[in-house]
């Protein structure tokens, strides 16, 4: 009811003149910001206009040098080419009279033009093609001893020729010139058809860039004039005004700094930026860049449109207002209790032990919780935004495959190693589709389940050892009677039927006989033991002075054996244990890892705190456990000991499913073999 007079209230303040007055006061301010706009982005644009022709002409400017360079480049590359051919005929001709033959073949293969060889005087005694008889009757354009004169002279070893015009035909040749050995004298000449090269300068050439850049429909002209006219031109001019007839033009060009003007081209008002020229520190003239201003035109229309239509809007604007209001309030606190519900939802999501991963219809990352974060070495900063492929691509991949293939999975298990340990993990995807039937998001639910399915084994394995430590119970009590029989019958015939003759042959026999069931008796003592375990006599126990109880007695075993042994231990913890029967269970576990690591090799206990449980780690460099026996050696009576009972794992097992803990064993055939023990460090938790 509160609430209710508060609504009306809030009505009754809102009056229509405060409304007609606020809307008013808006026009005339978007009115006037709309003008200011106008002028403020005039500004802008002019401003870009400018940044985007300087930046034409500096990418001009330093086209143009890249163009010198890379002309001066490829000329170097072709005459070192040639150069090397050169010195390879000289080279030969110093040992070797060649011959046209010779010479046409090295053309060919280095694909020249020609190879010309010169005595001491400048005379051709020899060339790679064989003279044109019309080049008798013509006039040569140039003698070959003009450009090969310092080598004739002993002035130079090589010249780079260069460019030069045909000697008879229409055309024009690069070549280089080597000195021939001292012992003939005179000049080795290469040369190439140089038209390709000629046609590279002028496709990469200057006017051929300012033509194209011309072209740009953003561009109205692009020229570059000095004093005397214009030097090269987009297509669109045809003439300018000279420098010297326009104060504008003048004095950016003795200036040198960047000029800009609105002036008229063609009809056209047209954003002009001028600047001074310069390659390598030499002016080549003043650099002219007409810029369309279409867009300055078409906006300031745009503006015009735009404060016309703002009356009109805001003659609407009056009538709704009072409504975004209301609606702006109910959204506020719609809003209000959404975030409540997200944050809500949120801490939930975060806080829960299953990992959450949630993408969106193109597989970005939007919901990456902690358990998600911890299970992919990924944090949720990283994560967040992604696509889910750049971090489930590998051992996750069963989720892409489900997200590409729009098949949802339940209680799929699958294995991947974390942290350098295998995991076993239970994932469930699911998939949000909207009213048009296209994805919208999709859901990856994966809960590690590795002690939930170790406990599951144990307890199989746990269950099956109790069916059979009561069955070997059963057979025990029925063994024992006639066993003791036997014994009683064996010390008899010791004592009362002594034989005349053979009696050591018959002492031997009989204490052969008591002891065989004496060992007997002690594996039917031993599945007893088994069927009907201790109950634990749990005390708070140093978990150090336990280590070094065990350090004590197994130290001379691994010393007898030249065995390394080492214990490694991070803390000190009081362990809820029955001490005597935890003892006996690491006893067995060290001694077959002793007994499994060869001499030199080493054997390692080590002890951690992780939370709530302690973790022991008995580790050894021994042969290793066959992959199909892995799952084999927790059963009772399983062995691969010729003299073995196969009955110490089972114990050590049972002992630790009494302390409410898992052990996990990982074997590598010729590397060795590793137990993990997980004991609860609540002491509630423990069997009484």
Known sequence: MQKKNSKSKYYKIIQPRYIIAITIVLAIIMVVSAFFELSQSRDELYHLMTEEATSLIETITLSSKNTVLSNAEVENQIAERLLTIARTVAYIDSFKTLNISDLKRIAEENKVYRINIFDAKGNKILSSNIPEPEHQRIREKHSPVDFIAPILKDEKDEIV???????????????????????????????????????????IGFGKMI??????????????????????????????????????????????????????????????????????GENFGLLRLGLAMDEVNAMEERMFRRAIIISLVLLVISVIVISIIVVNQNLQMVSREYQKVQTYTGSILQNMADAVITTDSEGKITIFNRSAEELCSVSIDQAVGKNISQFMDGQLKVIIESLLSRNPLKDFEFQVTCNNRKKMLSVDTSFVYDRDGKLDSFTAVLRDITELRAMEKQMQQREKLVAMGELASGVAHEIRNPLNS???????????????????????????????????????????????PPKLNIIQYSSKAFLNEIETLIRPQTDSKDVEFKIIAEDDVTLPID????????????????????????????????????????????????????????NLYFSTKSTGTGIGLSIVQQIIAQHNGVVFVESALGKGTKFTIEIPLKKETMYA
């Open 579 to 634: 001490k005597d029967q935890m003892m006996q269970a690491f006893l067995n576990l060290l001694r077959n890892s002793i007994e499994a690591t060869p001499k030199g090799g080493r054997v390692s206990l080590s002890f951690r705190r992780e939370n709530l449980k302690v973790i022991f780690v008995v580790e050894d460099t021994g042969a290793g456990i066959p992959p199909e026996n892995i799952n084999k050696i927790f």
């Open 161 to 203: 020729i260069g460019l030069k015009e045909a000697r008879y035909e229409n055309g024009t040749r690069y070549a280089v010139a080597v000195r021939r050995a001292s012992n003939k004298r005179g000049a080795v000449v290469v040369n190439i058809d140089a038209e390709y090269l000629l046609e590279f300068r002028k496709r």
């Open 211 to 280: 033509q194209d850049l011309g072209d740009k429909s953003s561009t109205e002209y692009i020229l570059l004039q000095d004093e005397e006219g214009i030097i090269a031109a987009s297509k669109s001019v045809d003439e300018m005004n000279p420098i010297e007839d326009d104060e504008f033009l003048m004095e950016a060009y003795k200036t040198g700094s960047i000029s800009t003007r609105v002036t008229s081209f063609k009809d056209k008002d047209v954003y002009e930026v001028v600047k001074n020229f310069i390659i390598n």
């Open 486 to 532: 036997i014994h009683m019958i064996g010390q008899r015939y010791e004592k009362e039927f002594i034989p005349e003759s053979n009696k050591e042959e018959y002492f031997s026999i009989t204490k052969v006989l008591k002891n065989e069931v004496q060992r007997v008796n002690n594996i039917v003592q031993q599945f007893l033991r088994f069927a009907r």
